[in-house]
C-alpha cells in the first residue's frame, strides 16, 4: 500500500519548471531513492513534501490525506468555503481543512519528519535540545505550564528528556549529550539530524543527502543505521548522490533528470536503463 | 580572577538571589526621596525591559515600538479609573489584557514578516498609538494634554504616596517578573522561543507552531508592558502621549541590547546604563547625551553582544564574523 503519493507534482519558480508532472509512490515499509543529477529537482520535491513550498500543480497524498495542493490563489474569492472557513461547523471545517494549505508543523504532526542536505542543526543548543525538538509537537505544556509547573509539566519534561535520550543512544551520540550541536565533529552532527528527526516518531523519514561529506567507514556505519530505522517500521525515502549508498540500501529508485521522471524500479533495472545512462554519462559521450 | 569565580559559583543560587533581594529592600533606606525615585524608574524600566526580552531576545523578534504597549496599558488604567471609578489596583488587569489584546491584534498579521521588516511594522505602530492619543481618538484620550488626576492606589487601607511605597511596589513586580521570565526560559515554550530564533526553517520542519509559538512571545512581552504602564499611572497620576515616543521604545530597546539580548542579568546592566546612570548624571545637560551616543558607538565595536551576554546569543553573534 502507498504511504505516500505523489501525483503530477509541479513546481515552477515563474519562468523555471523544477518539478514536471512527476508522479511517484512510496510505499509502507521500503527504502525509496530518490537520485538525478544536480537541478534535476529532488530537493524541491522533499520541500513540496514537507510543506516549505506549495505546488504550481498537482497533489500529494500522505497516509490517505491530502497534504499539498496549489493553493487557491485569487480562486478564492469565488470559493464559497473561504469565505466560512471561520465558522464553528463541522461539515465547513472539514471541507476547509481539506482545501487549506497544510503547515510545515503540521505535515510533521502527520507523521513525516526530514534532514537537510546543509546540515541545520540548532548550532548554539545542546545535543539533548536539538533531540528535544522532535518531541516538541508531542508534548502540550504551554504558557500555564512553564509558570506554574503542574506535577503533569513535570511528568511531560521528564519524559521528552527520556524520548530525547533514547534517539540519542540510538545514534550513538551519548557521550555528547551535552555537548552543543556546532562542536560535533561533522559526520556526528549529520547523525544528530536524524535523531532529531527520528524524536518526531515519524512514520516516513525523508533524508537529503545523509552521507554527503563523510568518510567510507562512517558512510557504511550511516547505512546500516538506515536499515535499522527501516526496520523498526519506518519507511524511508532519501536523495543521494553516492552510489554506493543507493545501489546498496534502495529497494526502488525513482531517477530525475530536469525536473521529470526518467525512471523507476529496482537498482539493476535502473543502472541497465539507458535514458539513465544518458542523463549521467550524456556529456562524456558527446 | 580565575580563583575566585568557581569559589563563587560554589554558593547555593538560593543564597545570592536572597543576598539581592534583602539588598534591594534595604537600599532605598539610607537615600533621599530623588535617589528613591530613580530606583524607582530603574525596577520599572527593568520590568519593561524584561518583557521585551521576551520578544527581543527570547523569540528573537525586532520589536521597536514597545512603548505604545505601555501606553495602551497606563491610559487603560487611567480611563477606567476616571470614568468608572475602579481603584487603580482593580484595573491592573484590565491593562495587562488590553495591551495584551492589542498585541495580539498587531502582531498576528505580520508575524511572518522577518528582521528588519518586521521592525518598521513595529515602528509604525507605535507611531499610530502615540499620533491616535495626541488626536484625542473617541474623544478620550485628552490629546496632547493627556489625562490627569488620578487617584492614588490603596493597598489595604494604606494610600501609596511617598517614593519608597512605590519603590516596593514595582519591587514586588520585578520579583514576580524574574520569576516568571525564568520558568518561561527553561520550559517547553523557551526552548521552542529558541529553536525559532535560531533556525525558523528547521524549528518548522521538527513540529513546532512558528506563527503560535512567536505570537504568544508577543502577547506576553505586550502583555507585561501592560502591567509596567499601570505602575506608572500608580506613580504618577498624568499620562500623557509622551509615553508613547519613539525615543522610549528606543531605549527600551537598547536596555535589552546593551546588556545582552536574551540575558537577565543583561537587562539589569541595560537599564543601570539607560536609566540610572543618566538620572544620577542629570547635571551633565545635554553632555550626557552625546557620551551616551559614543558609549554606544564604541560598544558595538568592542562589545556587540552586550555588557552581560547570556551565553548562547554570544556564540550567535560572535560566529558571524
Not at chain 1, 539533548?128 to 503542574?150: I, K, Y
Not at chain 1, 560535533?184 to 537529503?208: C, T
Amino acid at each position: 500500500m502507498a504511504l505516500l503519493a505523489i501525483r503530477n507534482l509541479t513546481k515552477r519558480f515563474g519562468g523555471l519548471t523544477a518539478v514536471d508532472y512527476v508522479s511517484f509512490s512510496v510505499n509502507e515499509g521500503e527504502i525509496l531513492g530518490l537520485i538525478g543529477p544536480n537541478g534535476a529537482g529532488k530537493t524541491t520535491i522533499f520541500n513540496l513534501i514537507t510543506g516549505i513550498y506549495t505546488p504550481t500543480e498537482g497533489e500529494i497524498y500522505f497516509n490517505g490525506h491530502r497534504i499539498a495542493h496549489p493553493p487557491l490563489g485569487s480562486r478564492r474569492l469565488v470559493t464559497p468555503i473561504w469565505w466560512l472557513q471561520w465558522l464553528p461547523v463541522r461539515s465547513v471545517r472539514e471541507r476547509w481543512n481539506d482545501l487549506r494549505i497544510l503547515r510545515p508543523h503540521e505535515i510533521t504532526e502527520l507523521g513525516i519528519a526530514r534532514t537537510f542536505q546543509t546540515i541545520r542543526l540548532f548550532k548554539n543548543m545542546t545535543v539533548l535540545e536539538n533531540v528535544m525538538a522532535g518531541v516538541h509537537h508531542r508534548t502540550r505544556a504551554g504558557v500555564w505550564g512553564a509558570l506554574f509547573r503542574p506535577p503533569a509539566q513535570r511528568e511531560e519534561e521528564r519524559f521528552t528528556v527520556a524520548e530525547a535520550e533514547q534517539y540519542i543512544r540510538f545514534m550513538g551520540l551519548s557521550e555528547y549529550r551535552d555537548e552543543l550541536a556546532k562542536n560535533l565533529p561533522y559526520g556526528h552532527q549529520r547523525r544528530l539530524e536524524i535523531a532529531r528527526a527520528l524524536a518526531a516518531r515519524p512514520r516516513l523519514l525523508i533524508l537529503d543527502e545523509p552521507a554527503a561529506g563523510l568518510n567510507e567507514q562512517e558512510t557504511m556505519e550511516l547505512m546500516d543505521l538506515i536499515r535499522q530505522i527501516r526496520d523498526s517500521g519506518i519507511t524511508i525515502l532519501l536523495i543521494e548522490h553516492d552510489m554506493k549508498v543507493v545501489m546498496g540500501i534502495c529497494e526502488r529508485i525513482v531517477v530525475l533528470d530536469y525536473g521529470k521522471k526518467i525512471a523507476e524500479g529496482t537498482p539493476e533495472e535502473v543502472q541497465r536503463d539507458p535514458r539513465v545512462i544518458q542523463a549521467y554519462l550524456g556529456e562524456e559521450e558527446a | 580572577m580565575t580563583t575566585w569565580r568557581p569559589r563563587l559559583q560554589k554558593i547555593p543560587p538560593l543564597w545570592w538571589q536572597a543576598g539581592l533581594l534583602v539588598l534591594a529592600i534595604l537600599l532605598p533606606l539610607p537615600l533621599n526621596d530623588y535617589y528613591r525615585a530613580v530606583l524607582w524608574r530603574t525596577g520599572l524600566y527593568a520590568i519593561l525591559g524584561l518583557s521585551l526580552n521576551i520578544i527581543v531576545g527570547y523569540a528573537g523578534l525586532f520589536q521597536l515600538g514597545h512603548a505604545a504597549f505601555y501606553a495602551l496599558g497606563a491610559y487603560t488604567s487611567a480611563l477606567l479609573n476616571l470614568h468608572f471609578d475602579i481603584p487603580l489596583i482593580l484595573t491592573w488587569p484590565a491593562s495587562i489584557l488590553v495591551a495584551a489584546l492589542f498585541g495580539y491584534l498587531i502582531s498576528r498579521p505580520i508575524l511572518h514578516l522577518r528582521g528588519d521588516y518586521l521592525c518598521i511594522v513595529t515602528i509604525a505602530f507605535g507611531e499610530v498609538v502615540r499620533l491616535a492619543l495626541v488626536n484625542n481618538i473617541f474623544g478620550i484620550t485628552g490629546g496632547a494634554n493627556g489625562l490627569s488626576g488620578i487617584d492614588r492606589p490603596v493597598l489595604f487601607g494604606l494610600v501609596l504616596r511617598s517614593p519608597i511605597h512605590h519603590y516596593y511596589l514595582v519591587l514586588f513586580f520585578l520579583v514576580l517578573t524574574l520569576f516568571a521570565v525564568r520558568r518561561l526560559e527553561n520550559s517547553r515554550l523557551g526552548r521552542a522561543w529558541m529553536y525559532v530564533r535560531e533556525d525558523e526553517t528547521a524549528a518548522e520542519a521538527m513540529g513546532v507552531n512558528t506563527t503560535r509559538v512567536k505570537l504568544l512571545a508577543f502577547v506576553l512581552g505586550s502583555g507585561w508592558a501592560g502591567m509596567a504602564g499601570a505602575l506608572y499611572v500608580a506613580r504618577v497620576p498624568v499620562v500623557s502621549p509622551d509615553l508613547a515616543r519613539f525615543i522610549e521604545s528606543v531605549i527600551m530597546f537598547c536596555i535589552v541590547v546593551l546588556g545582552g539580548t536574551g540575558s537577565i542579568p543583561g537587562v539589569f546592566v541595560g537599564t543601570l546604563g539607560m536609566i540610572t546612570l543618566p538620572e544620577i548624571f542629570r547635571f551633565l545637560k545635554t553632555w550626557r547625551d552625546a557620551w551616551m551616543g559614543v558609549a554606544m558607538v564604541a560598544m558595538m565595536i568592542a562589545r556587540p553582544e552586550g555588557l552581560w551576554p547570556s551565553r548562547r546569543i554570544r556564540m550567535e553573534i560572535r560566529e558571524e564574523e
